[in-house]
Every structure is written in structure tokens, then in C-alpha cells.
């Protein structure tokens, strides 16, 4: 069996966020970029899977869609423990054509992951996209997948509660939280290896993008906290009581 | 031409979100000069189908097929395509939700529609067709443009409201297309807690951090939410901790919300954390220290002990709802 990540490389979750361009482009200017994080838990467990079946699962692959600057985070992944990566080499500005160039390197894959979304455009869109690209089932909100013999055990959140399902390979998981606890960090030996591993760079097909970012605002400010006395619960209850009418 | 809104429903049941979604849908129609159409998928009521024409449906289309029961994703995106093309509709609206989410990307692409995510208001422009809808995790709004000539979106739950209209709606039945093969998942076992609020749905949410201390503190939170008809929450590092379950995580990497009012009890406000219920109406925030971050996104702040305060609001709340009454 083989599982192929889908990577985004998006800010540090604490990055200040700033445009440029008169607010028609975000600002990459001193960004740190990182894994994004529901990939990184995705990456994870497709690594606990990979030990605990012992030898079923042949190769796990990440790609990302990305100009060389997506490299470092992919050389993170491969650090992690992925055994190859691609790079799908052009700027990802539209979830649709994202999902279309990721179709063809996912072809040859058993289990494919995407996060729920991306913490940059938080589109929640990739996954689901390229499910139907490849014309194959989708499961969402993912909270954990097993291998148990040669069934698939897939826990999907619902409103108040939780799925277990089981579909056919191959397939798209699109993960969330519970997927793994902790995101594996790489090991110094990681390191090492993962200059050796393959880093195949594709050359991207045509695909039009149907969306287009065309300008960014910041959320308005918020209002001064209206402070109140830890002697005097009762005038918080009156406030949010009469003022914001919300008990 | 239509604009199609998919109403999920909940054990035969729609929810408030199921009526935001088609007064927005509604709302569209009229700025665009066309109906709104909703579809439901699975065994419905027809009383309850008919509470979709008070927000502006003029067609409701039902697919009451036993099949249907459990989302399957291929299957239903199937169906909502096929309703679409049927019904030559130029906008599909999904809700941002658990569903929306697994079915609006596969349906954008049945339909070569541009897909847009978590759509915070109306079109600003028809002509261009610009949304807005929040980026970076609630640290900046995005402006984004659907250059195809069908579009999809998905609507962020409480960004819109409700708009009630005379009904007007007719109710129709519909068998899609659909084979054995279109079925892909197979349902093993189901697992709901039952008699609790659901977090996503509430208008209230009791939430606590890592200043609880410990999973044995959290009585007086569910007393709190218990008495207030809320939901309750909790920051990483307590569901990490096991002290409350991961389902309750919000934040960044947990459940987005935007209740009418959260509070954040014990939980310093990290960016991360921020992320997830900054959408909310009001926030209260009660911290030991003056200097917390959350003070700043709070529109209510105590400078106090939780383990003092919690116990007091309850007390004070009580004393409320007796003279209310
Ligand atoms: C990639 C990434 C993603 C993340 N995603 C999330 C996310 O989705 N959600 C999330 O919540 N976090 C997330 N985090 C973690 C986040 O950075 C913070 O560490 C976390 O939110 C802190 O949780 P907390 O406020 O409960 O704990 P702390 O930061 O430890 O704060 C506890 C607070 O309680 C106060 N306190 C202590 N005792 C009392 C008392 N007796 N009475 C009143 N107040 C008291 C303290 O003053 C302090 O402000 C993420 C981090 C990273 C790196």
C-alpha cells in the first residue's frame, strides 16, 4: 500500500499578517514558514500506520504545489520520516487547480491525506476537489484511521458524535484533529537522511484557476474590555443581561 | 436560472443554520432576480420541508430515498450536481459545516464551478461576483472573485441571520440517478452523546483553559453551561492533556466557532486560540492576570480566580433567571 500527504507550506501560526500592493497580496516579508499542521498530523499517523502493519505499507509520499520556497518544508517532511517527495512546481492560487495538478501525481496512491484546511486561505476545499478528480471516495472530518487486517476503520466526526466507517482503496481522507495527538518532529538522524531522500520536482499542467484573491482587509478593531471588579460578579451578569442581551 | 441551497437535516430535523442558509440563498435570488431552490436529502416530514418556504425557498426538492440515510459523499454530491444541472442552477450554497465542507469541493468540480469557503456576507459585486470571506484563520478578511460561470460557496454559520418571508414554496419529490456503485462508505457504528448542546450549534459556549488546573475542576463549567443551555469548550493543551475530550478543542487547529457569547475561563488567549472564536458575538474573559492577551479580544473582562468566580456567576445568573421569572 501506498499514502501520499498533500502539503501545504503556510506562515507560522503566530505570524503577523500584513499586505502589500495596496492590499491585493500578502506579505511574505520575514515569514517562517512551516507544515500545515493538520498535514503534519496527517504525515504522522500515515507514519504510525506504516509501523504498526509491518511491511504493508510500502512508501509514504508527501507533495505540495509550490515555487522552490515550498522546498524547506518539504525537506521537513521527508526529515519526519516521509520517503519521497514532489514538488509541483508553480504558485498554488486556486484550490481547484491546486487539486488538478495534486490528480496526477496521486494517481498510483492507496490512501491519500489532505488536512482539513490550510491556516493561510482556509479554503477546506483541496481534498474533496481531488476525490473527484480521481473519481474515487472522500471521507471528511476525519478523527482517526486504522489498518486493522485488510479493512479500513475510519472515524469521521458528526455533529455531537462519531462515525466509524469503512470504504475501498483507494481513497481520500480529509483530516482533523484526533487524527495523532502530537505532530512527530524530526530526529537528528531524520536530518541526515532526509538530504538523501528523492525530491522530484513536476512540472505543472495546464489548469485555469476559477477564483482569484483580489484584495485583503484586517477584521475591524475591537472595542476597549469593560473591566469589572472581581467583588462584583453581579454587574458582569447585568451587563451581558441588559447591555448585550445575550443571558 | 436558480440559485441551490443544500439544507442538511438532523435526524429528519433542520436546524437554525439550515434557515440562515436559505435566507441567504433568498436574499441572492432577489438581488439576482431569480427563486431559490432548496434541496433535502433523506426522510423528511413535509411539515418540516414546508419550514424552508419561510425563509424564502420557492421550490423544495426532496430525495426521500432510504439509501440516503448516512452521508456518503460520492453519492450525495452525485445527487446535488445532478439537482443542479436540472435545475440550471448558477449559485450552490452549502453551510460551512462538517457536510458542507465534504460535499461543496466535489460538487464545485462536477460542475467546473469556482468554489469559495466560508463566505462571511452577500456578494459585494454581481457583476465581477466578489465574496468576502475571513482568511489566515480570522486575522484578515479576503476578497475573492468566481471567475466561472457557475460558483459555489460555503456560508459561515451565524454571519448572515435570518430573514422570514410569506410562504410561498411548493414541495416536489425527486429519485435521482443513483446505482449501488455510487455508494462508496459503508457505515460500521455510530456513537452520539446525546442530551448535550453541540458546540458548533450553540449560542452559548462556557470554555476553559489551562488555569482550571485540572479535568476534576470542570464541574462548576458544565454547572455553568447546564444553567445557560450552552455548549462547552476547552483550549489545546486541556484536551491534549485529557482533561476534556478533543471534540471540545477550539482554536486554530480545532473547532471554529462564533457563538453570541464565549466565555473564556482560564485561557490566556494565544493568537492560536484566538483563531477559532474570534467570530463570536461577546467574549468574557476571567484571568488571574491583568495582562492576559484575551483581555484584549474580550469585550467583558475579570481580573479573578476562577475557582472563586465560576462558582459566584453561577449564584448570580441563578438569582437572575428567579426574578425573571
Ligand atoms: C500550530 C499551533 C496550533 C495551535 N492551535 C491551538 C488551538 O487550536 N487552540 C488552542 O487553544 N491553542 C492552540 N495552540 C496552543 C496555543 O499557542 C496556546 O498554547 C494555548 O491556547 C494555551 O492554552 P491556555 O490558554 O489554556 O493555557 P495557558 O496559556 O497556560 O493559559 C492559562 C491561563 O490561565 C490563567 N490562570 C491560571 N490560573 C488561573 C485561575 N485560578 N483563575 C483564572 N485564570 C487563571 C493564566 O493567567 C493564563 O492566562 C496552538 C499552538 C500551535 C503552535
Redesign the pocket.
Known amino acids: 500500500m501506498k499514502i501520499l500527504i498533500c502539503i501545504s507550506n503556510v506562515p507560522d501560526?503566530t505570524t503577523k499578517i500584513k499586505f502589500t500592493g495596496d492590499s491585493t497580496e500578502f506579505d511574505v516579508a520575514g515569514v517562517q514558514w512551516i507544515i500545515n499542521?493538520w498535514d503534519e498530523l496527517a504525515l504522522t499517523r500515515a507514519l504510525e500506520l506504516k509501523e504498526k502493519t509491518n511491511g504493508k505499507i510500502e512508501k509514504i509520499s508527501v507533495v505540495s504545489v509550490g515555487l522552490k520556497t515550498a522546498e524547506p518544508t518539504l525537506r521537513k517532511a521527508l526529515a519526519i520520516g516521509a520517503d519521497e517527495a514532489f514538488r509541483i512546481d508553480c504558485e498554488a492560487k486556486d484550490s481547484n487547480s491546486v487539486a488538478a495538478q495534486i490528480a496526477e501525481v496521486a494517481k498510483d496512491y492507496d490512501i491519500i491525506m489532505c488536512g482539513i484546511e490550510a491556516s493561510d486561505y482556509n479554503g477546506s476545499a483541496v481534498g474533496g476537489m481531488l476525490s473527484e478528480f480521481l473519481n474515487i471516495p472522500s471521507v471528511s472530518s476525519v478523527s482517526n484511521l486504522d489498518i486493522e487486517n485488510n479493512d479500513i476503520l475510519i472515524s469521521r466526526e458528526i455533529d455531537g458524535g462519531a462515525e466509524i466507517l469503512t470504504t475501498k482503496i483507494p481513497f481520500v481522507a480529509i483530516v482533523q484533529k484526533g487524527i495523532a495527538i502530537e505532530p512527530r518532529i524530526p530526529s537528528m538522524r531524520g536530518i541526515m537522511m532526509a538530504r538523501k531522500k528523492p525530491l522530484n520536482v513536476v512540472s505543472p499542467i495546464e489548469v485555469e484557476n476559477l477564483t482569484e484573491f483580489v484584495s485583503f482587509e484586517l477584521p475591524p478593531s475591537k472595542a476597549a474590555c469593560k473591566m469589572i471588579d472581581a467583588e462584583n460578579v453581579k454587574e458582569l451578569v447585568d451587563l451581558l443581561h441588559n447591555e448585550a442581551k445575550v443571558i | 436560472m436558480s440559485i441551490l441551497v443544500y439544507t442538511e437535516n438532523w435526524d429528519g430535523k433542520f436546524k437554525k443554520l439550515s434557515f440562515e442558509l436559505v435566507s441567504y440563498a433568498s436574499e441572492i435570488a432577489k438581488k439576482m432576480n431569480t427563486s431559490a431552490i432548496a434541496l433535502s436529502i433523506g426522510k423528511v416530514e413535509e411539515s418540516e420541508l414546508q419550514k424552508l418556504g419561510n425563509y424564502g425557498a420557492e421550490k423544495i426538492i426532496s430525495v426521500s430515498d432510504e439509501k440516503n440515510k448516512v452521508l456518503d459523499n460520492q453519492a450525495f454530491s452525485k445527487i446535488i450536481a445532478e439537482v443542479a444541472n436540472k435545475e440550471n442552477s448558477e449559485i450552490i450554497v452549502f453551510a460551512h459545516n462538517n457536510s458542507g465542507k465534504a460535499l461543496a469541493p466535489r460538487v464545485s468540480v462536477k460542475l467546473h464551478a469556482g468554489l469559495v469557503s466560508g463566505v462571511i456576507a452577500l456578494p459585494s459585486d454581481f457583476d465581477t461576483f466578489t465574496v468576502s470571506k475571513k482568511a489566515f484563520t480570522g486575522k484578515a478578511i479576503a476578497n475573492v472573485v468566481i471567475k466561472s460561470p457557475k460558483k459555489v460557496l460555503t456560508l459561515s454559520q451565524n454571519s448572515f441571520g435570518l430573514i422570514e418571508t410569506e410562504n410561498n414554496s411548493i414541495i416536489e419529490n425527486f429519485e435521482p440517478e443513483l446505482s449501488d456503485t455510487d455508494f462508496t462508505t459503508e457505515l460500521k457504528e455510530v456513537n452520539k452523546i446525546t442530551g448535550k448542546v453541540i458546540l458548533t450549534d450553540a449560542e452559548i459556549v462556557i470554555s476553559g483553559?489551562?488555569?482550571m488546573?485540572s479535568s476534576e475542576n470542570w464541574a462548576p463549567i458544565e454547572e455553568l453551561a447546564e444553567l445557560l443551555g450552552a455548549a462547552t469548550a476547552c483550549?489545546?493543551?486541556?484536551s491534549d492533556e485529557n482533561w476534556r475530550p478533543h471534540s471540545e478543542?477550539?482554536?486554530?487547529?480545532?473547532k471554529i466557532i462564533a457563538p453570541n457569547l464565549y466565555f473564556a475561563?482560564?485561557?490566556?488567549?494565544?493568537?492560536?486560540?484566538l483563531?477559532?472564536v474570534s467570530s463570536s458575538k461577546y467574549i468574557v474573559a476571567?484571568?488571574?492576570?491583568h495582562e492576559?492577551p484575551?483581555f484584549e479580544s474580550a469585550d467583558y473582562g475579570i481580573v479573578?480566580?476562577?475557582?472563586k468566580l465560576i462558582p459566584e456567576l453561577i449564584s448570580e445568573i441563578k438569582e437572575l433567571k428567579e426574578t425573571e421569572n
Open positions: 501560526t499542521p | 483553559g489551562r488555569g488546573k483550549s489545546r493543551p486541556v478543542h477550539v482554536g486554530q487547529t480545532g475561563l482560564g485561557i490566556s488567549g494565544a493568537i492560536q486560540h483563531g477559532g476571567i484571568n488571574t492576570d492576559a484575551i479573578g480566580d476562577v475557582h
